[in-house]
Protein backbone atom coordinates (compact mmCIF):
# COMPACT_ATOMS: atom_id res chain seq x y z
CA UNK A 1 0.00 0.00 0.00
CA UNK A 2 2.55 2.12 -1.37
CA UNK A 3 0.04 5.12 -2.05
CA UNK A 4 -1.56 5.47 1.18
CA UNK A 5 -0.30 8.15 3.14
CA UNK A 6 -1.03 10.46 6.75
CA UNK A 7 0.01 13.45 4.61
CA UNK A 8 -0.98 14.92 2.02
CA UNK A 9 0.42 12.92 -1.16
CA UNK A 10 3.58 15.12 -2.30
CA UNK A 11 2.79 17.02 -6.18
CA UNK A 12 -0.50 16.34 -7.97
CA UNK A 13 -0.98 12.84 -7.49
CA UNK A 14 -4.05 13.72 -5.87
CA UNK A 15 -7.70 14.92 -6.95
CA UNK A 16 -9.27 18.37 -5.86
CA UNK A 17 -12.52 19.21 -6.65
CA UNK A 18 -13.65 22.69 -8.25
CA UNK A 19 -11.40 25.35 -7.88
CA UNK A 20 -7.64 24.23 -6.15
CA UNK A 21 -7.91 27.46 -4.18
CA UNK A 22 -11.15 26.22 -2.40
CA UNK A 23 -9.41 23.13 -0.68
CA UNK A 24 -6.28 23.31 1.73
CA UNK A 25 -4.58 19.60 2.01
CA UNK A 26 -3.38 19.67 5.56
CA UNK A 27 -1.79 17.39 7.65
CA UNK A 28 -3.45 16.81 10.99
CA UNK A 29 -1.75 14.95 13.41
CA UNK A 30 -4.81 14.42 15.49
CA UNK A 31 -6.40 12.71 12.94
CA UNK A 32 -3.73 9.93 12.89
CA UNK A 33 -4.72 7.62 15.16
CA UNK A 34 -8.12 7.98 13.95
CA UNK A 35 -6.75 6.16 10.73
CA UNK A 36 -7.34 9.09 8.52
CA UNK A 37 -5.72 8.47 5.87
CA UNK A 38 -5.47 9.80 2.06
CA UNK A 39 -5.21 6.10 -0.10
CA UNK A 40 -6.03 4.82 -3.92
CA UNK A 41 -9.02 2.41 -5.18
CA UNK A 42 -5.97 0.12 -6.11
CA UNK A 43 -4.92 0.27 -1.99
CA UNK A 44 -8.20 -0.33 -0.67
CA UNK A 45 -8.60 -3.62 -3.02
CA UNK A 46 -5.39 -4.83 -1.75
CA UNK A 47 -6.34 -4.09 2.14
CA UNK A 48 -9.72 -5.43 1.56
CA UNK A 49 -8.24 -8.77 -0.44
CA UNK A 50 -5.90 -8.80 2.82
CA UNK A 51 -8.53 -9.08 5.16
CA UNK A 52 -10.55 -11.36 3.35
CA UNK A 53 -7.62 -13.68 3.00
CA UNK A 54 -6.16 -13.60 6.69
CA UNK A 55 -3.13 -12.14 5.04
CA UNK A 56 -1.53 -10.86 8.42
CA UNK A 57 -3.66 -12.25 10.94
CA UNK A 58 -5.09 -15.76 11.47
CA UNK A 59 -7.73 -17.35 10.20
CA UNK A 60 -9.53 -17.30 13.59
CA UNK A 61 -9.23 -13.99 14.54
CA UNK A 62 -10.35 -12.88 11.04
CA UNK A 63 -13.63 -14.97 12.07
CA UNK A 64 -13.58 -12.89 15.27
CA UNK A 65 -13.04 -9.89 13.57
CA UNK A 66 -16.14 -9.77 11.19
CA UNK A 67 -18.83 -10.25 13.22
CA UNK A 68 -20.85 -7.77 15.26
CA UNK A 69 -20.06 -6.15 18.38
CA UNK A 70 -23.96 -5.18 19.00
CA UNK A 71 -26.88 -4.74 17.19
CA UNK A 72 -29.21 -1.91 16.77
CA UNK A 73 -33.07 -0.99 16.38
CA UNK A 74 -33.25 -1.45 13.15
CA UNK A 75 -32.60 -5.10 12.14
CA UNK A 76 -30.57 -4.61 8.96
CA UNK A 77 -27.84 -2.57 10.50
CA UNK A 78 -25.48 -3.76 13.12
CA UNK A 79 -22.15 -2.47 14.77
CA UNK A 80 -18.36 -4.00 14.65
CA UNK A 81 -15.07 -2.73 15.10
CA UNK A 82 -15.15 -0.55 13.39
CA UNK A 83 -17.52 -2.09 10.98
CA UNK A 84 -20.93 -0.33 10.08
CA UNK A 85 -22.78 -3.51 9.12
CA UNK A 86 -25.83 -3.90 6.79
CA UNK A 87 -28.10 -7.41 6.50
CA UNK A 88 -29.14 -7.80 2.87
CA UNK A 89 -31.86 -9.84 2.13
CA UNK A 90 -31.74 -11.99 -1.03
CA UNK A 91 -35.80 -11.00 -2.62
CA UNK A 92 -35.87 -14.28 -4.36
CA UNK A 93 -34.96 -16.46 -1.07
CA UNK A 94 -34.80 -14.75 1.89
CA UNK A 95 -31.38 -15.16 2.77
CA UNK A 96 -29.68 -12.37 4.79
CA UNK A 97 -25.65 -11.16 3.74
CA UNK A 98 -24.30 -9.79 6.30
CA UNK A 99 -22.11 -6.92 4.19
CA UNK A 100 -19.18 -5.19 6.12
CA UNK A 101 -18.85 -1.59 5.36
CA UNK A 102 -16.13 1.10 6.93
CA UNK A 103 -17.36 4.58 5.59
CA UNK A 104 -15.00 8.04 5.36
CA UNK A 105 -16.16 11.65 5.10
CA UNK A 106 -13.58 14.66 5.78
CA UNK A 107 -13.09 17.66 4.00
CA UNK A 108 -13.76 17.40 0.61
CA UNK A 109 -13.25 13.60 0.28
CA UNK A 110 -15.75 10.99 0.90
CA UNK A 111 -15.00 6.53 0.91
CA UNK A 112 -16.73 3.17 1.15
CA UNK A 113 -14.49 0.26 1.81
CA UNK A 114 -17.05 -2.93 1.36
CA UNK A 115 -16.68 -6.52 2.60
CA UNK A 116 -18.32 -9.43 1.96
CA UNK A 117 -17.46 -12.38 3.54
CA UNK A 118 -19.93 -14.87 2.50
CA UNK A 119 -18.80 -14.55 -0.68
CA UNK A 120 -14.80 -13.47 -0.36
CA UNK A 121 -15.60 -10.48 -2.27
CA UNK A 122 -16.23 -6.66 -1.90
CA UNK A 123 -15.44 -3.39 -3.25
CA UNK A 124 -14.18 0.27 -2.49
CA UNK A 125 -15.37 3.57 -3.83
CA UNK A 126 -13.68 6.87 -3.57
CA UNK A 127 -14.75 9.94 -4.43
CA UNK A 128 -14.09 13.97 -3.71
CA UNK A 129 -16.94 17.02 -3.88
CA UNK A 130 -17.79 20.62 -3.26
CA UNK A 131 -21.43 19.38 -2.37
CA UNK A 132 -22.47 19.07 1.36
CA UNK A 133 -24.42 15.67 -0.19
CA UNK A 134 -21.39 14.23 -0.92
CA UNK A 135 -21.67 11.21 1.03
CA UNK A 136 -25.22 10.39 0.64
CA UNK A 137 -24.80 10.38 -3.18
CA UNK A 138 -21.86 8.07 -2.61
CA UNK A 139 -23.85 5.77 -0.62
CA UNK A 140 -26.72 5.73 -3.38
CA UNK A 141 -23.76 4.47 -5.92
CA UNK A 142 -23.05 2.03 -3.09
CA UNK A 143 -26.28 0.65 -3.05
CA UNK A 144 -26.72 0.42 -6.93
CA UNK A 145 -23.89 -1.67 -6.46
CA UNK A 146 -25.12 -4.04 -3.52
CA UNK A 147 -28.64 -4.50 -5.73
CA UNK A 148 -26.48 -5.42 -9.07
CA UNK A 149 -23.46 -7.56 -7.29
CA UNK A 150 -25.14 -9.30 -4.56
CA UNK A 151 -27.94 -11.47 -6.66
CA UNK A 152 -25.15 -12.46 -9.04
CA UNK A 153 -22.83 -13.64 -6.84
CA UNK A 154 -25.44 -15.82 -5.03
CA UNK A 155 -26.14 -17.06 -8.81
CA UNK A 156 -22.60 -17.60 -9.29
CA UNK A 157 -22.16 -19.43 -6.23
CA UNK A 158 -25.15 -21.74 -6.72
CA UNK A 159 -23.76 -22.53 -10.15
CA UNK A 160 -19.91 -23.58 -8.09
CA UNK A 161 -22.08 -25.33 -5.60
CA UNK A 162 -22.94 -27.42 -7.91
CA UNK A 163 -19.73 -27.84 -9.68
CA UNK A 164 -17.84 -27.96 -6.63
CA UNK A 165 -20.33 -30.54 -4.49
CA UNK A 166 -22.98 -32.48 -6.03
CA UNK A 167 -22.75 -36.16 -7.06
CA UNK A 168 -22.38 -39.71 -5.12
CA UNK A 169 -19.97 -40.37 -2.69
CA UNK A 170 -18.87 -43.86 -1.70
CA UNK A 171 -16.76 -45.78 0.69
CA UNK A 172 -13.92 -47.45 -0.39
CA UNK A 173 -14.13 -50.06 2.10
CA UNK A 174 -14.98 -53.56 0.95
CA UNK A 175 -18.20 -54.49 1.63
CA UNK A 176 -19.53 -51.30 3.30
CA UNK A 177 -22.97 -49.99 1.97
CA UNK A 178 -22.24 -46.66 2.46
CA UNK A 179 -23.41 -44.17 -0.07
CA UNK A 180 -24.15 -40.25 -0.42
CA UNK A 181 -25.40 -38.08 -2.91
CA UNK A 182 -25.41 -34.34 -2.51
CA UNK A 183 -27.91 -32.16 -4.93
CA UNK A 184 -28.77 -28.61 -5.24
CA UNK A 185 -32.20 -26.94 -4.10
CA UNK A 186 -33.91 -24.80 -6.68
CA UNK A 187 -37.16 -25.21 -6.28
CA UNK A 188 -38.97 -22.00 -6.13
CA UNK A 189 -39.95 -20.73 -2.46
CA UNK A 190 -37.54 -23.82 -1.17
CA UNK A 191 -34.36 -23.64 1.24
CA UNK A 192 -31.55 -22.60 -0.90
CA UNK A 193 -27.86 -24.72 -1.30
CA UNK A 194 -26.71 -28.25 -1.01
CA UNK A 195 -29.66 -30.95 0.19
CA UNK A 196 -29.32 -34.76 0.72
CA UNK A 197 -31.01 -36.39 -1.37
CA UNK A 198 -29.71 -39.91 -0.25
CA UNK A 199 -27.55 -40.91 2.17
CA UNK A 200 -27.21 -45.18 3.00
CA UNK A 201 -25.07 -45.77 6.15
CA UNK A 202 -24.06 -49.29 6.13
CA UNK A 203 -27.43 -50.54 5.21
CA UNK A 204 -29.97 -47.83 6.71
CA UNK A 205 -31.42 -45.37 4.81
CA UNK A 206 -30.46 -42.42 7.07
CA UNK A 207 -32.81 -39.40 5.38
CA UNK A 208 -35.56 -41.83 5.21
CA UNK A 209 -35.62 -42.92 9.20
CA UNK A 210 -34.98 -38.89 9.96
CA UNK A 211 -31.76 -39.33 11.65
CA UNK A 212 -30.75 -36.00 10.06
CA UNK A 213 -31.51 -32.98 8.62
CA UNK A 214 -31.01 -33.50 4.59
CA UNK A 215 -29.94 -29.94 4.05
CA UNK A 216 -26.01 -28.52 4.32
CA UNK A 217 -24.55 -24.96 5.01
CA UNK A 218 -21.27 -23.69 5.73
CA UNK A 219 -19.98 -23.91 8.77
CA UNK A 220 -16.84 -23.11 10.66
CA UNK A 221 -15.01 -26.24 12.18
CA UNK A 222 -11.78 -26.64 14.37
CA UNK A 223 -11.96 -30.35 12.09
CA UNK A 224 -11.54 -28.43 8.88
CA UNK A 225 -9.37 -25.68 10.33
CA UNK A 226 -6.54 -27.50 7.76
CA UNK A 227 -5.83 -25.63 4.15
CA UNK A 228 -8.34 -27.48 1.63
CA UNK A 229 -10.23 -28.94 3.97
CA UNK A 230 -14.21 -27.22 4.28
CA UNK A 231 -16.74 -27.60 6.75
CA UNK A 232 -20.46 -27.83 6.63
CA UNK A 233 -23.46 -29.00 8.89
CA UNK A 234 -26.65 -30.38 8.89
CA UNK A 235 -29.67 -28.42 9.12
CA UNK A 236 -33.50 -28.33 9.31
CA UNK A 237 -35.99 -27.14 7.20
CA UNK A 238 -37.29 -24.74 10.00
CA UNK A 239 -33.83 -22.78 9.17
CA UNK A 240 -34.58 -22.30 5.61
CA UNK A 241 -34.87 -18.43 5.62
CA UNK A 242 -38.41 -18.30 4.13
CA UNK A 243 -39.94 -20.58 6.36
CA UNK A 244 -42.30 -18.82 8.71
CA UNK A 245 -41.90 -18.81 12.90
CA UNK A 246 -42.96 -17.37 15.52
CA UNK A 247 -41.18 -15.33 18.26
CA UNK A 248 -40.45 -17.42 20.63
CA UNK A 249 -42.46 -20.22 19.90
CA UNK A 250 -39.86 -20.64 16.65
CA UNK A 251 -36.89 -20.60 19.03
CA UNK A 252 -37.33 -24.59 19.54
CA UNK A 253 -37.84 -25.24 15.79
CA UNK A 254 -34.39 -23.96 14.55
CA UNK A 255 -31.89 -26.38 13.95
CA UNK A 256 -29.03 -23.65 14.39
CA UNK A 257 -29.46 -23.60 18.54
CA UNK A 258 -29.13 -27.42 18.59
CA UNK A 259 -26.63 -27.90 16.62
CA UNK A 260 -23.93 -31.06 17.96
CA UNK A 261 -26.49 -31.98 20.23
CA UNK A 262 -26.86 -35.03 18.12
CA UNK A 263 -23.76 -37.23 18.70
CA UNK A 264 -22.59 -41.08 18.08
CA UNK A 265 -19.93 -41.52 20.95
CA UNK A 266 -19.70 -38.23 22.25
CA UNK A 267 -18.83 -36.96 18.05
CA UNK A 268 -21.76 -34.79 15.99
CA UNK A 269 -23.17 -36.76 13.33
CA UNK A 270 -24.64 -33.95 11.44
CA UNK A 271 -21.11 -32.34 10.76
CA UNK A 272 -19.59 -32.92 7.21
CA UNK A 273 -15.99 -32.19 6.30
CA UNK A 274 -14.98 -31.82 2.47
CA UNK A 275 -11.50 -32.45 1.48
CA UNK A 276 -10.82 -30.18 -1.92
CA UNK A 277 -8.34 -30.17 -4.57
CA UNK A 278 -6.55 -27.00 -6.10
CA UNK A 279 -9.42 -25.85 -8.21
CA UNK A 280 -11.71 -26.20 -4.73
CA UNK A 281 -13.49 -29.59 -5.86
CA UNK A 282 -14.55 -31.84 -3.29
CA UNK A 283 -12.68 -35.17 -3.62
CA UNK A 284 -14.17 -36.63 -0.39
CA UNK A 285 -15.78 -35.99 2.68
CA UNK A 286 -15.88 -37.20 6.21
CA UNK A 287 -18.95 -37.99 8.37
CA UNK A 288 -17.32 -38.40 11.53
CA UNK A 289 -20.34 -39.58 13.41
CA UNK A 290 -21.15 -41.68 11.57
CA UNK A 291 -17.32 -43.23 11.25
CA UNK A 292 -16.56 -43.00 7.44
CA UNK A 293 -15.03 -41.39 4.98
CA UNK A 294 -16.41 -41.55 1.26
CA UNK A 295 -14.86 -40.89 -2.17
CA UNK A 296 -16.24 -38.66 -4.75
CA UNK A 297 -17.19 -40.67 -7.63
CA UNK A 298 -16.20 -39.85 -11.17
Known amino acids: MNSSTA ?15 DVALSDIPIARSSGAVYSTINDLTKLGVGILNSTLLPLSTTHRWLKPLT ?11 PWEIIRFTHPESGVVTDIYTK ?3 SGVYSSFLVLIPDFDAGFSIL ?12 GLVGDLIVE ?18 IGTY ?21 PPGLVI ?4 SNGTDVIAKEVLPNRLVPTISSAAATEGKIAFRAVGQADAPREPT ?20 NVDIGLFVFELDEQGKATAVTIAGFRVRLVRAG
Open 7 to 21: IPPPGNNVAIPGNSS
Open 71 to 81: HTDRLQFSVGA
Open 103 to 105: SGD
Open 127 to 138: STSTSELRLTLL
Open 148 to 165: TVLPALRAQSIEEAGVNY
Open 170 to 190: ESTVEGLNTTLTLCLNKTEGA
Open 197 to 200: SNFI
Open 246 to 265: GYLSGVNQLSWFGLGAGTYG
